[in-house]
């Protein structure tokens, strides 16, 4: 089950990683931002494509290890979701997004995955 969870997370972050290689300013628009320079397209790049291609990868890597260091990046990554989830709540404490998508989507998304990456990590 837990190569499973890994491997489910894994593909997430590499779609959303490739994708914000690709196409940032589409990954972007859904949430009503626009990308109108070199700067902020470098900037989507960066943390939502690269980023998420690394994260993609390391878990690969865990889905196949085995141990405490697989351990700790189900962990590391589940708690960063975590940590996405509740920037979420905390922006709906100030303000509220117009939709379900993106915005609540993806927190439930952040919310589950970041769950079930915790659960895997802690056996």
Same mark, same amino acid.
């Given at each position: 089950?837990?190569?499973?969870?890994?491997?489910?997370?894994?593909?997430?972050?590499?779609?959303?990683?490739?994708?914000?290689?690709?196409?940032?300013?589409?990954?972007?628009?859904?949430?009503?931002?626009?990308?109108?320079?070199?700067? $902020?397209?470098?900037?989507?790049?960066?943390? /939502?494509?690269?980023?998420?291609? *690394?994260? &993609? @990868? =390391? #878990?690969?890597? %865990? +889905?196949?290890?085995?141990?405490?260091?697989?351990?700790?990046?189900?962990?590391?990554?589940?708690?960063?979701?975590?940590?996405?989830?509740?920037?979420?709540?905390?922006?709906?404490?100030?303000?509220?997004? $117009?939709?379900?998508?993106?915005?609540?989507? /993806?927190?439930?998304?952040?919310? *589950?995955? &970041? @769950? =079930? #990456?915790?659960? %895997? +990590?802690?056996?």
């Amino acid at each position: 089950m837990t190569t499973s969870i890994a491997i489910c997370a894994a593909v997430f972050f590499f779609g959303m990683g490739l994708y914000g290689l690709v196409a940032p300013a589409a990954l972007a628009r859904p949430f009503g931002i626009t990308l109108g320079s070199a700067d $902020a397209r470098t900037e989507v790049r960066a943390v /939502y494509g690269g980023f998420g291609v *690394a994260v &993609g @990868g =390391l #878990l690969i890597w %865990a +889905a196949t290890a085995s141990g405490a260091a697989r351990q700790g990046v189900l962990a590391a990554v589940g708690v960063a979701l975590l940590g996405m989830a509740a920037g979420r709540l905390t922006a709906r404490a100030v303000e509220r997004p $117009a939709a379900f998508y993106p915005s609540w989507l /993806y927190f439930w998304v952040e919310a *589950a995955g &970041g @769950g =079930l #990456l915790l659960a %895997a +990590a802690a056996g």
